[in-house]
């Protein structure tokens, strides 16, 4: 079965012959794929393993546009579009700096996806591993947005996230939180994150931590069920709910 290119749509990648090494190459952008180990075999291009351990945490770039898509959102918050899939196996590729050009990397194959006129950019250079950043100590806190709103935001956000701890439970709202092995969109409370990457309950790897076990700003105790639509619900509950809150 044919690959497919990471940023033109349903283009299959062809395989050429390059040296000893088979690799695929899009005929419409002129981009190329590189599975583990491949870009080693070719002398005058250097290792990117010095580069796998920052890709861990590095953003992702949507289709459309190319807009950087931190670890902790599902989709791009510009055009909405979803992040480089790997070629190989279909994870999420990560952009990372190698000096004379970004590269996008895949942290769960191994695999190296390259722009046209990058291979040869890369030839005879020399790849380090960029600065470390100062280490995120857990989740950030944002200001509260407008008293009812989560204001917890996953490690490198640029928006409070969708509310966790609202009447709702952030159910019915379109969260830009998605498990990385499924997909599958979830609220806060829902979410397990493990080295900065999201889970769902069904994909959580050991040792994750649960969205659940974060402060919340409010007691959600005291919020009106709305879960459970065909109790349904007191327009009188909710306002007198709501004007105890403005009266904190």
Known sequence: MARSCPVCPSQPLNIVQASD???????????????????????????????????????SRCRTGGHLIPRAMAVCATCDSAPLGCPGCGARLAMVNARVCNVDLCTHCGGTWLDAGKFEALENAVVTPPKAQPASRGWEVAPATDGGADPWMGPGATAPLPPSD?????????????????GIQVSVPQAFAF????????????????????????????YPNLEDASDGVDLVDIVVWLFRQLRR
């Open 21 to 59: 090494v088979e690799v695929d190459a899009c005929p419409r952008c002129h981009g190329l794929y590189f599975d583990r180990g491949e870009l080693e075999r070719f002398p005058d291009r250097p290792s990117l393993k010095p580069l796998l351990t920052a890709a861990r945490q590095a953003a």
């Open 166 to 182: 609202s009447p709702t439970g952030g159910l019915g709202v379109r969260s830009p939180l998605a498990c990385v092995q499924c």
């Open 195 to 222: 080295n900065g990457d999201l889970y769902c309950r069904e994909h959580r790897p050991k040792g994750a931590v649960s969205g659940n076990s974060l402060p919340k700003d409010r007691d959600p105790s005291n």
